[in-house]
């Protein structure tokens, strides 16, 4: 099906005969139902060919920026689980899953190194193998022309040793769109030279595909494009769900665009955050009682995944899989697909008007804002704030009959998901957090809220 048939049958408005997609019960269902199936296919993988270099890449792509952590020997601060990420590993490669993306800013700067351990211990052949020149901190920071060129060039050599290869097959131009939009990419990549440096690594082999990752000022995505005819994308990668197709909101764009101009190019796509940084993995009692009604045996992430699988212009769709479970579940939804039907489009469209209603905080737990100079946990505090909206779990008004179970969930869960010493009381306003944010996100005003709204659940007496 094709994005004209799809806008097509999108647009019908037929009316749902499910329940309604208002409102918010006490407990949220589990994203994983317990009558999951068991068997995890080996051989059925969905596939999709590269329409220039003719790889055959799985639907799902292993994003590596969520590696799972454990504390480091010396006390201070986390590590990845080295031995947790070889089996993931393992066992994304022996499920069909053979597209793994990392970063150097992943992981806190770790996963690149986790990644390549990992990998190497399998055939070069078995697995593509997708990293970024993430030089805008070095752009920010103040370098220019040949100081920010050499110091890119040694991120990429870099690149190649923490990964222990000798090409990538997808290199992309990092978190295009941020900062002050086209003269930030211009500098990063134009002004200094590097485009050049990296055609001849495309040219050499050494890139075996070369394209970027967008966010942001949708003027730099356009600048990008008038320049394919020149530069000759090999695929880009854009953020896509059913809430941010046409409900994009803060930093992102719709997709409903971004897929669309790429489509009419010809250009491979690669879709990043299809949980929305995993807000969509489990919704409100009423909105995953409309998913669950129509799929009793499917996973309200499967939703998601399917969602975006079912463009076929789309070469893989990236999750960031922390733990084996989530890893199984999105084996079964692409082992092999089932594309979206008609009613199923409207269903999540219908949804995702209901979704944006929620006040929550668009971060994707990105990590990219850390570490905090002074030790917040940023990513875990807005994620329990979503998870309470989510839930209910937001107090809103002392006479409603459900508000001293919601401040009692929302405050034990918040020491219980964020040290005292890292909650968001501790932020001193200092901004440093920003620039980092793709999604653009004031954290210090965020954070300021939130903790204006604990304090205020605090006031009003005893759990």
Known sequence: MDRREFLKRLSTGTALSAVALTGCRSQANSSLPSNTPGE?????????THPTCGDQVSLLGYGCMRWPMMPAPDGKGDIIDQEAVNRLVDYALAHGVNYFDTAPPYGRGQSETATGIALSRHPRESYLLATKMSNQSFAREGLTGKELYKASVQMYENSRKYLKTDYFDYYL???VGGGSGIPFVQQRFFDNGLIDFLLKEREAGRIRNLGFSYHGDIKVFD??????????????????NYVDYRHA???????????????????????????????????TDHLNEGLQTRRPQSSIASWAFRFAGSFPRVLTVL????????????????????????????????????????PSVPCTSCQYCMPCPYGIDIPSIFSHYNRCINEGNIAADT??????????????????????????????GCGKC??????QIRIPRELRRIDAYVEELKRKGGL
């Open 399 to 428: 006479q409603d009959e459900n508000y001293r179970r919601a401040r009692r969930a929302f405050l034990i869960g918040y020491d219980r998901s964020v040290p005292k010493l890292r909650q968001a009381d501790h932020c001193i």
């Open 173 to 175: 131009l990092h978190n």
């Open 434 to 439: 920003v620039a980092h944010c793709p999604q």
């Open 40 to 48: 995890v296919p080996t051989d059925k993988m969905t596939l999709r």
């Open 223 to 240: 600048y990008l494009l008038s320049l394919h005819d020149q530069y000759h994308w090999d695929f880009v990668q854009i953020q896509m």
């Open 319 to 358: 999750s960031g899989m922390t733990y084996l479970e989530h890893l199984q579940d999105n084996i079964r939804t692409y082992s092999p697909l089932e594309p979206c039907t008609d009613a199923e489009f409207e269903l999540l469209e219908k949804t995702a008007q209901t979704f944006v209603e929620y």
């Open 249 to 283: 909101s803060g930093a992102n764009y719709n997709a409903e665009y971004l897929y669309a101009e790429l489509d009419k190019r010809g250009i491979p796509v690669v879709i990043m955050e299809p949980l929305l940084g995993g807000r969509l993995a489990n919704l």
